[in-house]
Structure formats: structure tokens, C-alpha cells
């Protein structure tokens, strides 16, 4: 666990190190590193769900 910010039932909780540091340079994923250029915020979200559904599988 600890991989930035994760999208909850209520509200979005923090932890590790925050979106700041999402969509720009490499971003930490289950299965390695994963290089992706500049994105919105709105962009962002779908990875956010992404690491909710990993958290689930692999607490």
C-alpha cells in the first residue's frame, strides 16, 4: 500500500505521495515503473481507480 492519493467511498484519502507527483515523469504502478507525458487532472482520475481496484486485490 502507499501509492498516492486513492479515490474512497467518501472523499479522496492521502497517502504516500500524493497526486503531485501523477502524470508527469515515471509513475509507480503494480507491475513496474510507467513512463506517461504531462495529463490533466481529469486524465488522471481513471489511474487513481486503477490503483483503488490493485489496493482491493493486494492489500
Do not use: A, F, I, T
Not at 507491475?31 to 481496484?53: E, H, S, T
Amino acid at each position: 500500500r502507499g501509492r498516492g492519493l486513492v479515490k474512497r467511498g467518501r472523499g479522496l484519502v492521502k497517502r504516500g505521495r500524493g497526486l503531485v507527483k501523477r502524470g508527469r515523469g515515471l509513475v509507480k504502478r503494480g507491475r513496474g515503473l510507467v513512463k506517461r507525458r504531462p495529463v490533466k487532472v481529469n486524465m488522471l482520475l481513471p489511474d487513481v481507480l486503477w490503483d483503488l481496484r490493485n489496493d482491493e486485490s493486494s492489500p
